[in-house]
Protein backbone atom coordinates (compact mmCIF):
# COMPACT_ATOMS: atom_id res chain seq x y z
CA UNK A 1 0.00 0.00 0.00
CA UNK A 2 1.58 3.33 -0.94
CA UNK A 3 2.26 5.96 1.82
CA UNK A 4 3.02 9.29 1.40
CA UNK A 5 4.80 11.42 3.90
CA UNK A 6 5.31 15.07 4.15
CA UNK A 7 8.32 17.40 6.33
CA UNK A 8 7.93 19.65 7.18
CA UNK A 9 4.52 19.69 8.69
CA UNK A 10 4.75 23.09 9.16
CA UNK A 11 6.67 25.98 8.11
CA UNK A 12 7.01 29.61 9.02
CA UNK A 13 9.72 31.84 6.77
CA UNK A 14 9.61 35.46 6.18
CA UNK A 15 8.84 36.83 2.80
CA UNK A 16 11.38 36.64 0.16
CA UNK A 17 13.01 33.22 1.58
CA UNK A 18 13.40 30.66 -0.90
CA UNK A 19 12.01 27.04 0.09
CA UNK A 20 12.04 23.60 -0.46
CA UNK A 21 8.90 21.54 0.57
CA UNK A 22 9.45 17.76 0.80
CA UNK A 23 7.74 14.38 -0.24
CA UNK A 24 8.71 11.03 0.38
CA UNK A 25 6.75 7.76 -0.93
CA UNK A 26 7.03 3.90 -0.11
CA UNK A 27 6.40 2.68 -3.84
CA UNK A 28 8.66 3.77 -6.23
CA UNK A 29 6.32 2.11 -8.87
CA UNK A 30 3.94 5.71 -9.68
CA UNK A 31 2.05 7.36 -12.68
CA UNK A 32 2.38 10.94 -11.41
CA UNK A 33 3.06 13.07 -8.60
CA UNK A 34 0.83 16.05 -8.28
CA UNK A 35 1.32 19.18 -5.70
CA UNK A 36 -1.80 20.82 -4.62
CA UNK A 37 -2.45 24.10 -2.66
CA UNK A 38 -5.31 24.31 -0.11
CA UNK A 39 -6.51 27.28 1.28
CA UNK A 40 -8.12 27.63 4.62
CA UNK A 41 -12.14 26.49 3.86
CA UNK A 42 -10.94 25.74 0.41
CA UNK A 43 -10.94 23.28 -2.08
CA UNK A 44 -7.59 21.80 -3.88
CA UNK A 45 -5.79 23.61 -6.37
CA UNK A 46 -3.66 21.34 -8.66
CA UNK A 47 -0.48 23.83 -8.76
CA UNK A 48 1.90 21.22 -10.82
CA UNK A 49 1.60 17.24 -12.09
CA UNK A 50 4.87 15.40 -13.02
CA UNK A 51 4.74 12.06 -14.79
CA UNK A 52 6.42 9.45 -14.06
CA UNK A 53 8.82 9.93 -17.51
CA UNK A 54 9.83 13.34 -15.91
CA UNK A 55 12.22 14.85 -13.81
CA UNK A 56 11.04 18.26 -12.96
CA UNK A 57 7.88 20.64 -14.03
CA UNK A 58 8.32 24.61 -13.53
CA UNK A 59 5.58 27.48 -12.89
CA UNK A 60 6.45 30.70 -12.28
CA UNK A 61 8.16 30.96 -8.81
CA UNK A 62 7.40 26.84 -8.44
CA UNK A 63 9.52 23.88 -9.01
CA UNK A 64 8.57 20.45 -8.53
CA UNK A 65 11.73 17.88 -8.98
CA UNK A 66 11.26 13.88 -8.85
CA UNK A 67 13.31 11.50 -7.96
CA UNK A 68 11.20 8.08 -8.67
CA UNK A 69 13.46 5.68 -7.83
CA UNK A 70 14.34 6.88 -4.37
CA UNK A 71 10.99 7.93 -3.36
CA UNK A 72 11.11 11.61 -3.21
CA UNK A 73 9.58 15.01 -4.69
CA UNK A 74 10.37 18.36 -3.86
CA UNK A 75 8.49 21.48 -4.07
CA UNK A 76 10.99 24.81 -4.56
CA UNK A 77 9.33 27.95 -3.92
CA UNK A 78 11.26 31.07 -5.15
CA UNK A 79 11.18 34.40 -3.24
CA UNK A 80 8.09 33.94 -0.94
CA UNK A 81 5.91 36.18 -0.89
CA UNK A 82 2.62 36.27 1.79
CA UNK A 83 0.47 35.20 -0.41
CA UNK A 84 1.77 31.94 -0.95
CA UNK A 85 0.41 30.84 2.87
CA UNK A 86 -1.47 27.81 2.91
CA UNK A 87 -1.28 23.93 2.86
CA UNK A 88 0.72 22.28 0.03
CA UNK A 89 -0.15 18.78 -0.57
CA UNK A 90 1.11 15.96 -1.85
CA UNK A 91 -0.30 13.15 -4.36
CA UNK A 92 1.24 10.49 -5.71
CA UNK A 93 -0.60 8.08 -8.08
CA UNK A 94 -0.31 4.94 -8.35
CA UNK A 95 -1.46 1.55 -9.76
CA UNK A 96 -3.61 -0.47 -7.20
CA UNK A 97 -6.31 -3.65 -8.36
CA UNK A 98 -6.14 -2.09 -11.77
CA UNK A 99 -6.88 1.24 -11.60
CA UNK A 100 -4.97 4.59 -10.84
CA UNK A 101 -5.70 6.20 -7.15
CA UNK A 102 -4.41 9.19 -5.83
CA UNK A 103 -3.14 8.97 -2.06
CA UNK A 104 -2.09 12.14 -0.29
CA UNK A 105 0.79 12.85 2.46
CA UNK A 106 -0.41 14.88 5.61
CA UNK A 107 0.65 18.56 4.04
CA UNK A 108 2.89 21.13 4.89
CA UNK A 109 1.04 24.24 6.87
CA UNK A 110 3.48 26.95 5.10
CA UNK A 111 3.25 30.64 6.83
CA UNK A 112 5.32 33.60 4.66
CA UNK A 113 5.02 36.79 6.94
CA UNK A 114 5.53 40.20 5.60
CA UNK B 1 -16.02 22.93 -18.54
CA UNK B 2 -16.65 24.29 -14.90
CA UNK B 3 -14.77 21.48 -13.60
CA UNK B 4 -15.88 19.29 -10.20
CA UNK B 5 -18.72 20.42 -8.99
CA UNK B 6 -20.19 19.56 -5.19
CA UNK B 7 -23.31 20.37 -3.73
CA UNK B 8 -24.35 22.14 -0.89
CA UNK B 9 -20.90 23.81 -0.24
CA UNK B 10 -21.99 23.32 3.69
CA UNK B 11 -24.46 21.15 5.27
CA UNK B 12 -25.70 21.03 9.81
CA UNK B 13 -26.99 18.57 10.38
CA UNK B 14 -28.33 17.05 13.39
CA UNK B 15 -27.16 13.38 14.94
CA UNK B 16 -29.32 10.69 13.76
CA UNK B 17 -30.45 12.37 9.99
CA UNK B 18 -29.35 11.27 6.68
CA UNK B 19 -26.93 13.19 4.66
CA UNK B 20 -26.48 13.05 0.79
CA UNK B 21 -23.58 14.70 -0.59
CA UNK B 22 -23.77 15.56 -4.46
CA UNK B 23 -20.94 15.58 -6.95
CA UNK B 24 -20.57 16.06 -10.84
CA UNK B 25 -17.81 15.25 -12.50
CA UNK B 26 -15.74 16.85 -15.29
CA UNK B 27 -17.14 15.72 -18.46
CA UNK B 28 -15.40 12.84 -20.12
CA UNK B 29 -14.08 12.14 -16.75
CA UNK B 30 -13.74 8.09 -16.18
CA UNK B 31 -12.95 8.16 -13.06
CA UNK B 32 -14.73 9.64 -9.61
CA UNK B 33 -13.25 9.54 -6.34
CA UNK B 34 -14.81 10.66 -2.75
CA UNK B 35 -12.19 11.82 -0.37
CA UNK B 36 -12.95 12.40 3.63
CA UNK B 37 -10.36 15.46 4.62
CA UNK B 38 -10.44 15.70 8.83
CA UNK B 39 -7.44 17.74 10.72
CA UNK B 40 -6.72 13.85 12.49
CA UNK B 41 -6.33 12.03 9.66
CA UNK B 42 -5.97 14.06 6.70
CA UNK B 43 -7.15 13.44 3.36
CA UNK B 44 -8.53 9.80 2.96
CA UNK B 45 -9.72 7.81 0.38
CA UNK B 46 -13.40 6.65 0.85
CA UNK B 47 -14.41 4.91 -2.57
CA UNK B 48 -13.99 5.68 -5.93
CA UNK B 49 -15.51 4.50 -9.41
CA UNK B 50 -14.61 3.55 -12.87
CA UNK B 51 -17.19 4.12 -15.63
CA UNK B 52 -19.93 4.44 -13.41
CA UNK B 53 -19.02 1.00 -11.71
CA UNK B 54 -17.74 1.12 -8.03
CA UNK B 55 -14.29 -0.10 -8.15
CA UNK B 56 -12.76 -0.11 -4.50
CA UNK B 57 -14.93 0.84 -1.10
CA UNK B 58 -12.43 -0.44 1.36
CA UNK B 59 -11.88 3.20 2.91
CA UNK B 60 -15.86 3.68 3.67
CA UNK B 61 -15.71 3.68 7.65
CA UNK B 62 -19.02 1.90 7.85
CA UNK B 63 -22.29 0.44 6.63
CA UNK B 64 -23.85 4.17 7.38
CA UNK B 65 -21.66 5.55 4.37
CA UNK B 66 -22.93 4.41 0.88
CA UNK B 67 -21.93 5.66 -2.44
CA UNK B 68 -23.61 5.79 -5.99
CA UNK B 69 -22.79 6.75 -9.50
CA UNK B 70 -26.12 6.19 -11.71
CA UNK B 71 -24.60 7.57 -14.71
CA UNK B 72 -21.14 9.63 -15.68
CA UNK B 73 -22.24 13.07 -14.69
CA UNK B 74 -23.62 12.38 -11.03
CA UNK B 75 -22.12 10.75 -7.89
CA UNK B 76 -23.76 10.61 -4.63
CA UNK B 77 -22.57 10.06 -1.04
CA UNK B 78 -24.89 9.23 1.51
CA UNK B 79 -24.53 8.83 5.21
CA UNK B 80 -27.20 7.64 7.32
CA UNK B 81 -27.43 7.67 10.33
CA UNK B 82 -25.44 10.59 10.95
CA UNK B 83 -22.96 11.08 13.62
CA UNK B 84 -20.81 13.71 15.23
CA UNK B 85 -17.97 12.21 14.42
CA UNK B 86 -18.72 12.12 10.62
CA UNK B 87 -18.01 15.94 10.63
CA UNK B 88 -15.40 16.37 7.97
CA UNK B 89 -15.24 18.29 4.94
CA UNK B 90 -15.76 15.45 2.08
CA UNK B 91 -14.15 15.91 -1.69
CA UNK B 92 -14.98 14.89 -4.89
CA UNK B 93 -12.43 14.37 -7.93
CA UNK B 94 -12.21 12.94 -11.05
CA UNK B 95 -9.73 12.29 -13.30
CA UNK B 96 -9.20 11.22 -16.97
CA UNK B 97 -7.06 8.24 -18.09
CA UNK B 98 -5.25 8.88 -21.44
CA UNK B 99 -2.47 6.06 -21.25
CA UNK B 100 0.15 7.05 -23.99
CA UNK B 101 2.88 5.82 -25.12
CA UNK B 102 2.61 3.25 -21.70
CA UNK B 103 2.14 6.47 -19.38
CA UNK B 104 -0.83 7.46 -17.79
CA UNK B 105 -1.64 11.06 -17.29
CA UNK B 106 -4.40 11.20 -14.75
CA UNK B 107 -4.00 14.11 -13.43
CA UNK B 108 -7.23 14.78 -11.03
CA UNK B 109 -9.32 17.60 -10.54
CA UNK B 110 -11.00 18.24 -7.16
CA UNK B 111 -14.32 20.23 -6.16
CA UNK B 112 -14.72 22.87 -3.65
CA UNK B 113 -15.76 20.29 -1.19
CA UNK B 114 -18.80 19.72 1.28
CA UNK B 115 -18.25 21.03 4.79
CA UNK B 116 -20.49 18.55 6.90
CA UNK B 117 -21.21 19.62 10.52
CA UNK B 118 -23.31 17.09 12.82
CA UNK B 119 -24.23 18.20 16.01
Known amino acids: KQEVTQIPAALSVPEGENLVLNCSFT??????LQWFRQDPGKGLTSLLL?????REQTSGRLNASLDKSSGRSTLYIAASQPGDSATYLC?????????????FGRGTSLIVHP | DAGVIQSPRHEVTEMGQEVTLRCKPI?????LFWYRQTMMRGLELLIY????????DSGMPEDRFSAKMPNASFSTLKIQPSEPRDSAVYFC?????????????????FGQGTRLTVV
Open chain 2, 27 to 31: SGHDY
Open chain 1, 27 to 32: DSAIYN
Open chain 1, 91 to 103: AVTSLSGGSYIPT
Open chain 2, 49 to 56: FNNNVPID
Open chain 2, 93 to 109: ASSLTDVTNGFSNTEAF
Open chain 1, 50 to 54: IQSSQ
